[in-house]
């Protein structure tokens, strides 16, 4: 069904590449062969991932070390089968660079009323872990759709 997943923020260091490598996780042993990956409407391109997003992964056995900031294009869009991001802005910047994935493209909060992950980025650690229970939540809700 969804063999393509891109999680979609601003920066691509912070909120996609967390939702993205805790999506891994999550579906690493029942669907293995699912691509999720991220991308930033902004990105800070190749730029690593915060150092407290990555602290929180890591204390929560995710290794993010890998990841690398990338900016979103038409062909990342298109060739997703789902489009998950943290904001309705976002959603808006998607339709701008692409109006024919509309119908796949979805806030990660979805399942919890439509709520938005608000950007941690040079915020607190607590601001952090806030972003870092939403996603978590966020992510699992998705976990029976895919």
């Known amino acids: 069904m969804f063999n393509n997943i891109l999680v979609i923020c601003i920066g691509n260091i912070c909120r996609s590449p967390s939702a993205e490598y805790m999506l891994r996780q999550k579906l690493a042993e029942v669907k293995p062969n699912i691509t999720i990956h991220s991308a930033g409407l902004g990105a800070l391109v190749d730029k690593g991932i915060d150092d407290t997003a990555a602290a929180l992964l890591s204390e929560h056995g995710i290794d993010p070390s890998g990841h690398r900031a990338r900016q979103v294009d038409r062909d990342m869009l298109t060739q997703a089968d789902l489009i ?63």
Do not use: C
């Open 84 to 146: 998950l991001t943290m904001e309705s802005r976002h959603v808006r910047g998607i339709n701008k660079i692409a109006p024919q994935v509309g119908g796949k493209t979805f806030l990660l909060g979805k399942w919890s009323e439509n709520q938005e992950v608000p950007d941690p980025y040079r915020k607190s650690r607590e601001a952090f872990e806030h972003v870092y229970k939403l996603l978590d939540q966020f992510t699992d809700d998705w976990l029976k759709y895919l």
